[in-house]
């Protein structure tokens, strides 16, 4: 199965940009790159997902690298809100089932 | 209000007992999963389910059941069989379109056993 490895922690300060790396060297062709991000006690809740291209919504940014094997999620002005635990995951079918694999995640602390 | 619930929030149960975690939607999504979740740790897959009567295990699928009988509903069934299973259960659905669709979570439910 396709594993992510991200940063367990980084630090930031309100109001900066934070970008998020996640390394994931043996995607496949056909997997989605997803971000999801966790606050403490609370279920995650989807960021932002791209296949090829950087994409961009109202959350955040994610740039893919041209080779796919990496990718950045950017936040472009840190809030205190900010702060939670970042996934990197991959999604894609196999042999017709889900494939979920998720990341260790990347827990991001906001200073003010 | 669309989403997702799970009852109940704190869950606790003697060792040896077999406890059901309630999950329903009502956003009218095709695909239901449920994941563990360990202090510090990320989300583990337990089952997910693409349709109405069936499911496939994920990577932790030894001492849980499940069962998929109306489209609302995926309840999990931590049995005495399961070892360890003190952690944070979450569950979420997604409309199972595929790889892009976006998967919602609930609020969780945490089990303590005694």
């Known amino acids: 199965d396709a594993k992510t490895t991200q940063p367990n922690s980084m630090e930031s300060n309100e109001e900066e940009p934070v970008h998020l790396p996640c390394n994931h060297s043996?995607?496949?062709?056909?997997?989605?790159i997803h971000w999801y991000r966790q606050l403490p006690s609370q279920g995650p809740e989807y960021v932002i997902h791209?296949?090829?291209s950087n994409v961009n919504n109202r959350m955040a940014s994610l740039a893919i690298a041209e080779d796919r094997k990496s990718s950045t999620l950017i936040l472009h002005r840190a809030t205190l809100r900010d702060a939670a635990v970042y996934y990197c995951i991959l999604r894609g079918f196999q042999g017709g089932s889900e494939k979920l694999v998720f990341g260790k995640g990347t827990k991001l602390t906001v200073n003010p | 209000d669309g989403g997702i619930t799970q009852s109940p929030k704190y869950l606790f149960r003697k060792e040896g007992q077999n406890v059901t975690l309630s999950c329903e939607q009502n956003l009218n999504h095709d695909a239901m999963y449920w994941y563990r979740q360990d202090p510090g740790q990320g989300l583990r897959l337990i089952y997910y389910s693409q349709i109405v009567n069936d499911f496939q295990k994920g990577d932790i699928a030894e001492g849980y059941s499940v069962s998929r009988e109306k489209k609302e509903s995926f309840p999990l069934t931590v049995t005495s069989a399961q070892k360890n299973p003190t952690a944070f259960y979450l569950c979420?659905?997604?409309?199972?379109?595929?790889?892009?669709?976006?998967?919602?979570f609930g609020p969780g439910t945490r089990l303590t056993v005694l």
């Open positions: 791209g296949l090829t």
């Open positions: 043996t995607i496949s062709g056909t997997d989605y």
């Open positions: 979420a659905s997604s409309s199972g379109r595929g790889a892009t669709d976006t998967q919602y």
